[in-house]
Each structure stands twice: as C-alpha cells, then as structure tokens.
C-alpha cells in the first residue's frame, strides 16, 4: 500500500523513459531512492516505487486501456497542468 500515486502520461517510448529517469534523477539527488523499477523493457507502463509513493509513467494508449484511476473511484484526484509546456 501507498499514500500517493502520480498518474502521468506520454506521447512516445522516448518521453515515458524520459519522465521515469528524470523523476528518479531528481529524487536521487534529495536522497530518495527507489525500491523498485518495472517497464523499462516496453516503455509503456513504467512504474517507480517510492513506498509511500508510486508513480506511473503511462504511454497515452495504456493509460486509456487500463482506466488505473477506476480502479480507486472513492480517492481524492488533483489533476495537475503542465504550465510551462502547455499542450496547443
């Protein structure tokens, strides 16, 4: 069990291993270090395990198939815009 997921989504491979590596990065270099690592071979689902946050890196097809946000209908959503890129 976690506290916190963070469901987010990509356009390409390229960009979901982009996003994992870069969040990992970062969270490295504050002293965090992640248990687990999965879907680095298919780039389409990949997952970080913080323990008490697991982030998901989705390429857009795979996030519309498997709904991962159905399944925790009851939990608290915040949905969170990327300003400095803003999709046109």
């Known amino acids: 069990m976690s506290d916190f997921f963070v469901i987010c989504t990509a356009d390409a491979n390229t960009q979901v291993k982009a996003i994992a590596d870069e969040i990992d990065k970062k969270l490295r270099k504050d002293g965090i270090k992640c248990y687990h690592k999965e879907g680095y071979n298919s780039l389409n689902w990949v997952l970080l395990d913080y323990f ?7 390429k857009k097809e795979a996030r519309e198939f498997y709904k991962l946000e159905k399944l925790w209908g009851d939990a608290v ?6 300003t400095e890129n803003p999709v046109t």
């Open 52 to 58: 008490d946050v697991v982030v998901h890196i989705f």
């Open 77 to 82: 959503f915040t949905e969170i815009e990327d």
